[in-house]
């Protein structure tokens, strides 16, 4: 029964015009747009945070296509059942002259040897391969199904895109909920589409229960206000709200930065107190810990990657003693942005001058009729360090790293001026 299917399956975009988010991928003029337009697809990769559109995205590109479509997971499905899909494949390409995709989600549990059975049918064009994942498949897939496709990166879905997918499910009365008298507010809408964090799936698997388990009134109208979705998704509701929001993150890192670690505890309280997800507040003092602090002191790095674990692997409210632990850690540390100064000099340099070579003797094949390098010296043979040109001859006398006087980067400014 349609009823026993979840919303979120149900209310599944079917083409362009219902998917929502992604601009980068599908939007106008946009490689993947393009290559739709033209039929010359090929394999592909899809990795980003769940309920983002992966596999929906998939479905559509397959359909659009006039393509045989098979699907597989990963988890379930092993060497046997991509061979029957190759087979069918075949079959379907000398009958009717269809291609066929090939649409694997949680595509980063293959094995090895289940990755290997269907390169060759990708590389002779036998299946269009289009795997979904939440790992980045650099890491987590065999480099020869990597290289084969393209790959593309999903981002969480903004709150005005999923707010349109909410509306739609409240409208739609085939597949959606607008067989039902909902009297939803415009509040709690806002609310649901900020808290799940970019995962529409998320978003309306919360919003069908919260419509199942609200008693009907009496004009038979169900009434779903911000409380309700709130317990909905077992989450305090935020008593703030998006420009506040933002405002106490901004307020939170400045802290971090100014080393006020009073400032920086009460807004990282407001923030998790409202509702917000702890793994944002870990995220921010990851960046900061290279940003803000660096060299001067790098175990603050290490701290907050630890923090950042804690919340994945504990969770609340334990996780919250480690995230104050971090805070206080990045607060009370020397401060320095010579990292950061470093890596956006380094990062104009390496856009704005694309025609410097690296030098001869760096290269993995050195010529032999170049007299002015003599070859590579190995540093080892040296005692750690010998004087030798490594930037390209354009760049010999740049200098991006300088150490603040701060923390621990004072002994390194004595290091490199002993090196010069």
Same mark, same amino acid.
């Given at each position: ?16 015009? !219902? ?34 559109? $992966? ?133 709690? $809408? ?35 206000? $911000? ?11 935020? &008593? ?77 409210? !334990? ?43 760096? $290269?993995?094949?050195? &010529? ?53």
């Amino acid at each position: 029964m349609r009823e026993n299917i979840p919303l979120a399956e149900r209310l599944r975009a079917k083409n362009f015009s !219902e998917f929502v988010g992604q601009e980068h991928i599908v939007g106008k003029n946009k490689f993947l747009s393009r290559a739709i337009s033209t039929g010359n697809v090929g394999s592909l990769i899809f990795y980003g945070p769940p309920g983002t559109g $992966k596999t929906t995205l998939a479905g559509i590109i397959a359909k659009m296509l006039n393509a045989n479509i098979e699907k597989l997971n990963a988890v379930s499905s092993g060497i046997a059942d991509a061979k029957a899909v190759i087979e069918r494949a075949k079959s379907n390409k000398a009958m009717f002259n269809q291609d066929t995709y090939l649409l694997l989600d949680e595509c980063h549990r293959w094995s090895k040897s289940q990755s290997d059975c269907v390169l060759q049918a990708i590389e002779d064009g036998t299946i269009f391969f289009i795997g979904s994942t939440t790992e980045n498949p650099y890491t987590s897939m065999t480099r020869a199904i990597v290289s084969r496709c393209h790959v593309f990166e999903f981002k969480k879905v903004e709150p005005k895109d999923i707010k349109k997918v909410i509306d739609r499910a409240l409208l739609d009365k085939e597949n959606g909920l607008g067989d039902i008298k909902i009297d939803m507010s415009n509040e709690a $809408k806002d609310y649901l589409a900020f808290v799940c964090n970019g995962d529409v799936r998320v978003a309306l698997n919360t919003l069908e229960l919260a419509v199942k388990s609200t008693k009907m009134k009496r004009d038979g109208s169900v009434v779903i206000d $911000k409380n309700i979705v709130a317990e909905c998704l077992d989450k305090k509701p935020l &008593s703030i709200d998006e420009s506040m929001y933002y405002d106490y993150l901004s307020a939170f890192c400045k802290s971090l930065r100014g080393s006020d670690a009073e400032a920086a505890l009460y807004y990282s309280q407001r923030l998790l107190q409202a509702g917000v997800d702890p793994l944002i507040i870990a995220r921010r003092m990851i960046a900061h810990a290279s940003e803000d602090i660096g060299m001067a002191d790098s175990n603050a790095l290490l701290i907050a990657c630890c923090a950042m674990y804690a919340v994945e692997k504990i969770g609340p409210p !334990e996780c919250y003693l480690s995230l104050s632990h971090a805070i206080i850690y990045l607060c009370e540390a020397e401060k320095s942005n010579s990292v950061y100064k470093a890596m956006s000099m380094a990062a104009n340099d390496a856009q704005t001058r694309s025609e410097d070579i690296v030098p001869n003797h760096l $290269k993995n094949h050195p &010529s032999t009729n170049d007299d002015e390098h003599k070859g590579y010296k190995y540093p080892h043979n040296y005692g750690g360090y010998v004087k030798q040109q490594y930037m390209p001859d354009g760049l010999q006398d740049r200098v991006y790293y300088v150490p603040s006087e701060n923390g621990k980067e004072k002994n390194m400014q004595r290091k490199k001026l002993r090196n010069k």
